[in-house]
Protein backbone atom coordinates (compact mmCIF):
# COMPACT_ATOMS: atom_id res chain seq x y z
CA UNK A 1 0.00 0.00 0.00
CA UNK A 2 1.19 3.42 -0.62
CA UNK A 3 1.01 6.41 1.40
CA UNK A 4 -2.63 8.09 0.42
CA UNK A 5 -0.92 11.28 -0.95
CA UNK A 6 0.05 8.59 -3.33
CA UNK A 7 -2.77 7.28 -4.09
CA UNK A 8 -3.82 10.56 -5.32
CA UNK A 9 -2.20 10.11 -7.93
CA UNK A 10 -1.17 6.29 -8.83
CA UNK A 11 -4.85 5.35 -7.60
CA UNK A 12 -5.51 2.02 -9.18
CA UNK A 13 -9.02 2.59 -10.02
CA UNK A 14 -9.58 2.48 -13.90
CA UNK A 15 -13.13 3.60 -15.90
CA UNK A 16 -14.50 1.06 -17.82
CA UNK A 17 -13.49 1.32 -21.09
CA UNK A 18 -16.50 1.73 -23.84
CA UNK A 19 -18.29 5.07 -22.39
CA UNK A 20 -19.97 6.81 -25.34
CA UNK A 21 -21.92 9.83 -25.26
CA UNK A 22 -22.67 12.50 -27.93
CA UNK A 23 -19.25 14.52 -27.18
CA UNK A 24 -15.85 13.26 -26.88
CA UNK A 25 -14.49 13.12 -23.40
CA UNK A 26 -11.67 16.26 -23.05
CA UNK A 27 -8.15 14.91 -22.66
CA UNK A 28 -5.48 17.44 -21.32
CA UNK A 29 -1.98 17.07 -21.41
CA UNK A 30 1.24 18.49 -21.60
CA UNK A 31 3.12 14.47 -20.34
CA UNK A 32 1.88 11.90 -22.40
CA UNK A 33 2.54 8.39 -20.49
CA UNK A 34 4.91 6.26 -22.58
CA UNK A 35 4.21 2.17 -21.12
CA UNK A 36 7.96 1.44 -21.54
CA UNK A 37 11.24 2.86 -22.68
CA UNK A 38 10.94 0.92 -25.80
CA UNK A 39 7.68 3.10 -26.49
CA UNK A 40 9.21 6.06 -25.18
CA UNK A 41 11.98 5.85 -28.37
CA UNK A 42 10.33 4.95 -31.22
CA UNK A 43 7.74 7.74 -30.29
CA UNK A 44 6.18 9.40 -33.83
CA UNK A 45 5.16 12.66 -34.11
CA UNK A 46 4.84 12.65 -37.21
CA UNK A 47 1.45 10.64 -37.59
CA UNK A 48 -1.54 10.04 -35.53
CA UNK A 49 -0.64 6.44 -34.63
CA UNK A 50 0.32 7.82 -30.95
CA UNK A 51 0.90 10.55 -28.75
CA UNK A 52 3.84 11.97 -27.70
CA UNK A 53 3.32 14.92 -25.75
CA UNK A 54 0.72 17.73 -25.29
CA UNK A 55 2.06 20.17 -27.54
CA UNK A 56 1.99 17.00 -30.45
CA UNK A 57 -1.58 16.28 -30.72
CA UNK A 58 -4.47 14.66 -28.30
CA UNK A 59 -7.19 12.56 -28.52
CA UNK A 60 -9.30 16.04 -28.66
CA UNK A 61 -6.95 17.65 -30.73
CA UNK A 62 -7.09 14.77 -33.38
CA UNK A 63 -10.72 14.43 -33.26
CA UNK A 64 -11.07 18.39 -34.13
CA UNK A 65 -8.38 18.05 -36.76
CA UNK A 66 -9.89 14.80 -38.59
CA UNK A 67 -13.82 17.06 -38.54
CA UNK A 68 -11.98 20.19 -39.84
CA UNK A 69 -10.50 18.32 -43.06
CA UNK A 70 -14.15 16.55 -43.66
CA UNK A 71 -15.05 20.40 -43.34
CA UNK A 72 -12.59 21.63 -45.79
CA UNK A 73 -12.02 18.87 -47.90
CA UNK A 74 -8.47 18.35 -46.56
CA UNK A 75 -6.28 15.24 -45.83
CA UNK A 76 -4.27 17.35 -42.77
CA UNK A 77 -4.76 19.52 -40.26
CA UNK A 78 -2.78 21.40 -37.32
CA UNK A 79 -4.64 23.31 -35.02
CA UNK A 80 -3.08 27.19 -34.13
CA UNK A 81 -3.68 29.43 -31.04
CA UNK A 82 -5.47 31.73 -33.35
CA UNK A 83 -6.20 32.98 -36.77
CA UNK A 84 -3.39 35.09 -36.97
CA UNK A 85 -1.09 32.34 -35.24
CA UNK A 86 -2.07 29.77 -38.32
CA UNK A 87 -1.32 32.81 -41.15
CA UNK A 88 2.23 33.04 -39.45
CA UNK A 89 2.89 29.23 -39.26
CA UNK A 90 2.16 28.79 -42.61
CA UNK A 91 4.46 31.63 -43.38
CA UNK A 92 7.30 30.81 -41.05
CA UNK A 93 7.42 27.44 -42.35
CA UNK A 94 7.77 28.22 -46.00
CA UNK A 95 9.87 31.48 -46.45
CA UNK A 96 13.05 32.16 -45.82
CA UNK A 97 15.41 35.37 -45.85
CA UNK A 98 15.43 36.15 -49.41
CA UNK A 99 12.38 34.87 -50.79
CA UNK A 100 9.39 37.01 -51.71
CA UNK A 101 5.61 36.31 -50.98
CA UNK A 102 2.73 37.66 -52.10
CA UNK A 103 -0.38 39.21 -50.45
CA UNK A 104 -3.59 40.85 -51.77
CA UNK A 105 -4.21 44.40 -51.03
CA UNK A 106 -7.60 44.23 -49.74
CA UNK A 107 -6.31 40.89 -47.13
CA UNK A 108 -7.03 40.98 -43.24
CA UNK A 109 -4.80 43.71 -42.02
CA UNK A 110 -3.00 42.15 -39.54
CA UNK A 111 -2.05 39.35 -42.31
CA UNK A 112 -0.12 42.82 -43.70
CA UNK A 113 0.95 43.96 -40.30
CA UNK A 114 3.01 40.75 -39.99
CA UNK A 115 4.70 40.90 -43.52
CA UNK A 116 5.58 44.17 -42.54
CA UNK A 117 7.24 43.48 -39.16
CA UNK A 118 8.42 40.45 -38.45
CA UNK A 119 8.54 38.55 -42.26
CA UNK A 120 10.42 42.04 -43.38
CA UNK A 121 13.00 42.02 -40.22
CA UNK A 122 13.84 38.51 -41.16
CA UNK A 123 14.91 39.43 -44.84
CA UNK A 124 11.83 37.74 -46.48
CA UNK A 125 9.88 40.78 -49.17
CA UNK A 126 6.73 41.41 -49.47
CA UNK A 127 4.25 42.82 -52.27
CA UNK A 128 0.76 44.03 -52.40
CA UNK A 129 -1.17 42.56 -55.87
CA UNK A 130 -4.60 43.23 -57.24
CA UNK A 131 -6.60 40.86 -56.35
CA UNK A 132 -9.18 41.79 -58.91
CA UNK A 133 -6.36 42.11 -61.76
CA UNK A 134 -5.24 38.14 -62.50
CA UNK A 135 -2.56 40.27 -64.54
CA UNK A 136 -1.17 42.33 -61.74
CA UNK A 137 -0.43 38.86 -59.66
CA UNK A 138 1.07 37.68 -62.71
CA UNK A 139 3.33 40.36 -63.06
CA UNK A 140 4.21 40.81 -59.30
CA UNK A 141 5.90 36.88 -59.48
CA UNK A 142 9.58 36.30 -59.76
CA UNK A 143 11.74 34.10 -59.18
CA UNK A 144 12.15 35.09 -55.73
CA UNK A 145 8.09 34.74 -55.35
CA UNK A 146 7.62 31.27 -52.95
CA UNK A 147 4.51 32.08 -51.25
CA UNK A 148 0.99 33.55 -52.74
CA UNK A 149 -1.91 34.41 -50.32
CA UNK A 150 -5.54 34.68 -51.28
CA UNK A 151 -8.15 35.73 -49.74
CA UNK A 152 -12.10 35.76 -50.90
CA UNK A 153 -13.34 38.32 -50.31
CA UNK A 154 -11.27 41.00 -49.38
CA UNK A 155 -11.07 42.09 -45.90
CA UNK A 156 -13.80 44.98 -44.67
CA UNK A 157 -14.23 45.63 -48.24
CA UNK A 158 -15.49 42.60 -49.62
CA UNK A 159 -14.43 42.78 -53.31
CA UNK A 160 -14.89 39.19 -54.40
CA UNK A 161 -11.82 37.86 -56.46
CA UNK A 162 -11.76 35.43 -59.50
CA UNK A 163 -9.90 32.64 -57.05
CA UNK A 164 -10.23 29.92 -59.78
CA UNK A 165 -8.12 32.87 -62.27
CA UNK A 166 -5.90 33.89 -59.37
CA UNK A 167 -4.50 29.90 -58.76
CA UNK A 168 -4.27 29.12 -62.39
CA UNK A 169 -2.03 32.05 -62.63
CA UNK A 170 0.18 30.53 -59.89
CA UNK A 171 0.27 27.21 -61.66
CA UNK A 172 1.13 28.53 -64.79
CA UNK A 173 4.05 30.68 -63.30
CA UNK A 174 5.92 26.93 -61.29
CA UNK A 175 9.10 25.63 -63.20
CA UNK A 176 11.13 23.06 -62.53
CA UNK A 177 12.78 24.68 -59.82
CA UNK A 178 10.73 26.56 -58.38
CA UNK A 179 6.53 25.52 -57.64
CA UNK A 180 4.92 28.42 -55.58
CA UNK A 181 2.54 27.47 -52.67
CA UNK A 182 -0.49 29.21 -52.71
CA UNK A 183 -2.30 29.63 -49.31
CA UNK A 184 -5.91 30.84 -48.64
CA UNK A 185 -7.53 32.51 -45.78
CA UNK A 186 -10.85 30.69 -46.13
CA UNK A 187 -12.17 32.81 -42.78
CA UNK A 188 -15.16 33.68 -44.44
CA UNK A 189 -16.18 30.71 -46.46
CA UNK A 190 -15.51 28.49 -43.44
CA UNK A 191 -15.05 25.14 -45.44
CA UNK A 192 -18.71 25.63 -46.39
CA UNK A 193 -20.04 28.58 -48.88
CA UNK A 194 -16.96 26.52 -51.37
CA UNK A 195 -14.52 23.92 -51.47
CA UNK A 196 -10.78 25.12 -51.21
CA UNK A 197 -9.02 22.34 -52.37
CA UNK A 198 -11.82 22.39 -55.14
CA UNK A 199 -12.44 25.44 -56.77
CA UNK A 200 -13.05 24.99 -60.11
CA UNK A 201 -12.86 21.40 -62.54
CA UNK A 202 -11.58 22.88 -65.50
CA UNK A 203 -12.54 21.94 -68.83
CA UNK A 204 -14.18 18.52 -68.60
CA UNK A 205 -13.90 15.01 -67.97
CA UNK A 206 -10.15 13.82 -66.47
CA UNK A 207 -8.97 17.75 -66.59
CA UNK A 208 -6.91 18.82 -63.54
CA UNK A 209 -8.74 20.01 -60.77
CA UNK A 210 -7.91 24.22 -59.25
CA UNK A 211 -7.20 24.20 -55.40
CA UNK A 212 -5.63 26.36 -53.04
CA UNK A 213 -2.36 24.28 -51.58
CA UNK A 214 -3.23 25.20 -48.11
CA UNK A 215 -6.21 26.42 -46.52
CA UNK A 216 -6.26 28.34 -43.21
CA UNK A 217 -9.34 29.63 -40.87
CA UNK A 218 -9.78 31.65 -38.32
CA UNK A 219 -11.99 29.47 -35.86
CA UNK A 220 -12.69 32.45 -33.94
CA UNK A 221 -15.03 32.86 -36.49
CA UNK A 222 -17.83 30.41 -37.54
CA UNK A 223 -16.79 27.43 -35.97
CA UNK A 224 -16.14 28.53 -32.79
CA UNK A 225 -19.73 30.83 -33.29
CA UNK A 226 -19.21 32.12 -29.41
CA UNK A 227 -17.28 34.88 -29.76
CA UNK A 228 -15.22 33.73 -26.99
CA UNK A 229 -12.32 31.18 -28.10
CA UNK A 230 -9.29 32.10 -30.01
CA UNK A 231 -8.02 29.21 -32.57
CA UNK A 232 -6.86 28.80 -35.96
CA UNK A 233 -6.43 25.80 -38.41
CA UNK A 234 -4.09 25.13 -41.38
CA UNK A 235 -5.34 22.45 -43.21
CA UNK A 236 -3.57 20.73 -46.37
CA UNK A 237 -4.29 18.02 -49.02
CA UNK A 238 -0.23 16.97 -49.65
CA UNK A 239 1.68 14.86 -46.84
CA UNK A 240 5.14 16.37 -47.58
CA UNK A 241 3.11 20.10 -46.91
CA UNK A 242 1.60 19.04 -44.19
CA UNK A 243 4.81 17.80 -42.54
CA UNK A 244 6.81 20.83 -43.38
CA UNK A 245 4.22 23.07 -41.76
CA UNK A 246 4.01 20.26 -38.53
CA UNK A 247 7.92 20.55 -38.06
CA UNK A 248 7.79 24.61 -37.83
CA UNK A 249 4.14 24.10 -35.72
CA UNK A 250 6.08 21.62 -33.37
CA UNK A 251 9.45 24.29 -33.26
CA UNK A 252 7.25 26.74 -32.16
CA UNK A 253 5.42 25.45 -29.73
CA UNK A 254 1.82 26.79 -31.14
CA UNK A 255 -0.43 24.52 -29.16
CA UNK A 256 -4.00 25.18 -28.17
CA UNK A 257 -5.59 24.41 -24.98
CA UNK A 258 -8.09 21.61 -24.89
CA UNK A 259 -11.09 23.51 -23.06
CA UNK A 260 -10.89 25.92 -26.44
CA UNK A 261 -10.68 22.53 -28.78
CA UNK A 262 -13.74 20.84 -27.42
CA UNK A 263 -15.88 24.67 -27.08
CA UNK A 264 -14.93 24.00 -31.09
CA UNK A 265 -15.99 20.66 -31.02
CA UNK A 266 -19.15 21.66 -29.63
CA UNK A 267 -20.07 24.26 -32.02
CA UNK A 268 -18.93 22.42 -34.75
CA UNK A 269 -22.31 20.43 -35.26
CA UNK A 270 -24.16 23.95 -35.15
CA UNK A 271 -22.23 25.28 -38.16
CA UNK A 272 -24.13 24.93 -41.03
CA UNK A 273 -27.25 26.09 -39.45
CA UNK A 274 -25.98 29.53 -37.92
CA UNK A 275 -23.88 30.47 -41.31
CA UNK A 276 -27.24 29.77 -42.76
CA UNK A 277 -29.12 31.93 -40.61
CA UNK A 278 -26.10 34.30 -40.30
CA UNK A 279 -26.19 34.48 -44.44
CA UNK A 280 -29.73 35.09 -44.48
CA UNK A 281 -29.71 38.06 -41.78
CA UNK A 282 -26.98 39.30 -43.64
CA UNK A 283 -28.60 39.66 -47.24
CA UNK A 284 -31.96 40.88 -45.57
CA UNK A 285 -30.24 44.16 -44.21
CA UNK A 286 -27.56 44.59 -46.76
CA UNK A 287 -30.65 44.94 -49.17
CA UNK A 288 -32.72 46.80 -46.55
CA UNK A 289 -29.97 49.20 -45.91
CA UNK A 290 -29.01 49.94 -49.69
CA UNK A 291 -32.56 51.26 -50.30
CA UNK A 292 -31.87 53.66 -47.38
CA UNK A 293 -31.07 57.64 -48.41
CA UNK A 294 -27.96 57.73 -46.11
CA UNK A 295 -26.08 55.01 -47.56
CA UNK A 296 -23.78 55.00 -51.34
CA UNK A 297 -22.84 51.71 -51.74
CA UNK A 298 -23.86 48.19 -49.75
CA UNK A 299 -20.39 46.12 -50.44
CA UNK A 300 -22.15 42.43 -49.93
CA UNK A 301 -20.45 39.89 -52.36
CA UNK A 302 -24.24 38.47 -53.04
CA UNK A 303 -25.63 41.70 -53.81
CA UNK A 304 -25.38 42.38 -57.67
CA UNK A 305 -23.72 45.31 -58.23
CA UNK A 306 -21.25 44.45 -55.86
CA UNK A 307 -17.49 44.19 -56.71
CA UNK A 308 -16.91 40.77 -58.16
CA UNK A 309 -20.50 39.39 -57.78
CA UNK A 310 -20.40 37.58 -60.61
CA UNK A 311 -17.24 35.74 -59.23
CA UNK A 312 -19.17 35.24 -56.25
CA UNK A 313 -22.02 33.42 -58.23
CA UNK A 314 -19.15 31.26 -60.12
CA UNK A 315 -17.55 30.01 -56.96
CA UNK A 316 -20.07 30.14 -54.08
CA UNK A 317 -22.28 27.54 -56.53
CA UNK A 318 -23.86 26.64 -53.20
CA UNK A 319 -25.56 29.84 -53.29
CA UNK A 320 -24.02 30.55 -49.56
CA UNK A 321 -22.13 33.64 -48.29
CA UNK A 322 -21.06 34.75 -44.92
CA UNK A 323 -23.05 37.05 -42.54
CA UNK A 324 -20.67 40.22 -43.23
CA UNK A 325 -21.28 43.32 -45.01
CA UNK A 326 -20.00 46.69 -45.31
CA UNK A 327 -21.63 50.25 -46.29
CA UNK A 328 -20.44 53.10 -47.67
CA UNK A 329 -22.22 56.09 -46.71
CA UNK A 330 -23.04 58.91 -48.51
CA UNK A 331 -20.40 61.78 -48.52
CA UNK A 332 -22.47 64.17 -47.00
CA UNK A 333 -21.79 62.24 -43.65
CA UNK A 334 -18.64 63.24 -42.09
CA UNK A 335 -16.80 60.43 -39.68
CA UNK A 336 -18.48 62.11 -36.37
CA UNK A 337 -21.67 61.45 -37.82
CA UNK A 338 -20.92 58.35 -38.68
CA UNK A 339 -19.49 57.32 -35.17
CA UNK A 340 -22.76 58.98 -33.98
CA UNK A 341 -25.12 56.05 -35.55
CA UNK A 342 -22.97 53.28 -34.50
CA UNK A 343 -23.22 54.93 -30.91
CA UNK A 344 -27.07 54.89 -31.26
CA UNK A 345 -27.02 51.14 -32.04
CA UNK A 346 -28.59 49.46 -28.94
CA UNK A 347 -28.61 45.54 -30.40
CA UNK A 348 -25.31 45.77 -32.98
CA UNK A 349 -22.20 46.62 -30.32
CA UNK A 350 -18.67 47.69 -31.12
CA UNK A 351 -16.25 45.11 -31.78
CA UNK A 352 -13.72 43.37 -33.86
CA UNK A 353 -13.95 40.44 -34.95
CA UNK A 354 -17.18 38.43 -36.41
CA UNK A 355 -19.21 34.67 -36.24
CA UNK A 356 -20.59 34.89 -32.83
CA UNK A 357 -24.27 35.17 -31.98
CA UNK A 358 -24.06 38.85 -30.98
CA UNK A 359 -24.02 41.45 -34.50
CA UNK A 360 -21.08 43.44 -34.57
CA UNK A 361 -20.39 47.12 -36.42
CA UNK A 362 -16.94 48.72 -36.71
CA UNK A 363 -16.58 51.83 -38.47
CA UNK A 364 -13.09 52.21 -40.67
CA UNK A 365 -10.92 54.57 -41.97
CA UNK A 366 -10.54 53.01 -45.66
CA UNK A 367 -8.41 55.62 -47.28
CA UNK A 368 -5.73 55.39 -44.34
CA UNK A 369 -5.98 51.24 -45.01
CA UNK A 370 -6.01 51.16 -48.73
CA UNK A 371 -4.66 54.41 -49.72
CA UNK A 372 -5.08 56.28 -53.03
CA UNK A 373 -6.40 53.35 -54.64
CA UNK A 374 -9.56 53.00 -52.53
CA UNK A 375 -12.71 54.51 -54.45
CA UNK A 376 -15.25 55.68 -51.90
CA UNK A 377 -15.83 58.90 -50.95
CA UNK A 378 -17.93 58.28 -47.85
CA UNK A 379 -17.23 56.55 -44.60
CA UNK A 380 -17.24 52.88 -45.07
CA UNK A 381 -19.46 50.99 -41.51
CA UNK A 382 -18.62 46.72 -41.52
CA UNK A 383 -21.20 44.89 -40.28
CA UNK A 384 -20.94 41.29 -39.04
CA UNK A 385 -24.37 40.17 -38.51
CA UNK A 386 -25.31 37.63 -35.36
CA UNK A 387 -27.78 35.53 -34.58
CA UNK A 388 -30.75 38.11 -33.31
CA UNK A 389 -34.03 38.61 -35.08
CA UNK A 390 -33.26 40.13 -37.91
CA UNK A 391 -36.65 42.47 -37.34
CA UNK A 392 -35.29 43.34 -34.16
CA UNK A 393 -32.03 44.51 -35.91
CA UNK A 394 -33.65 46.23 -38.76
CA UNK A 395 -35.44 48.64 -36.28
CA UNK A 396 -31.82 49.44 -34.57
CA UNK A 397 -30.72 50.18 -37.69
CA UNK A 398 -33.41 52.38 -38.27
CA UNK A 399 -33.27 54.15 -35.03
CA UNK A 400 -29.72 54.72 -35.36
CA UNK A 401 -30.21 55.89 -38.96
CA UNK A 402 -33.08 58.69 -38.13
CA UNK A 403 -30.46 60.08 -35.21
CA UNK A 404 -27.76 60.98 -38.12
CA UNK A 405 -30.57 63.09 -40.15
C1 LIG B 1 -10.33 37.11 -37.78
C2 LIG B 1 -9.55 36.80 -38.97
C3 LIG B 1 -8.25 36.31 -38.87
C4 LIG B 1 -7.52 36.18 -37.56
O1 LIG B 1 -8.16 35.38 -36.63
P1 LIG B 1 -7.83 35.55 -35.07
O2 LIG B 1 -8.23 34.25 -34.49
O3 LIG B 1 -8.63 36.72 -34.59
O4 LIG B 1 -6.36 35.79 -34.96
C5 LIG B 1 -7.59 36.01 -40.04
N1 LIG B 1 -8.17 36.16 -41.24
C6 LIG B 1 -9.42 36.63 -41.37
C7 LIG B 1 -10.01 36.77 -42.73
C8 LIG B 1 -10.16 36.96 -40.25
O5 LIG B 1 -11.39 37.43 -40.39
Known sequence: ?????????????????????????????????????????????????????GLHGTPTTFAL?????????????LLTCSGLAAVALVNMALLRAGDEVLIPSNAYGPSKALAEGELAA????????????????????????????????????????DLPALLRVCRAANTAQRSIVTALDNTWGAGLAFNAFDVLAEGGLG?????ADISIQALTKYPSGGGDV????????????????????????????????EAVLRSLPSMALRYAAHDAAGRALAQWLST?????????????????HAHWQQLCRSGQAAGLFSVVFQPRYSPAQVDAFCDALRLFKLGFSWGGPMSLVVPYDMPSMRGKAWPYAGVLVRFSLGLEAVADLQADLQAALAQMA
Open 1 to 53: MHDKTTELIHHPYQAPAGFAAPQLGVYKASTVIFANTAELRSRDWKHKTGYTY
Open 65 to 77: EERLCALEGGLQC
Open 122 to 161: WGIGHQLYDPLQPADLAAKISAKTKLVWLEVPGSVSMEFP
Open 207 to 211: SAVVG
Open 230 to 261: LMGSVVTRNEALHLRLKATHMRTGMGVGANDV
Open 292 to 308: QPEVAQVLHPALPGAPG
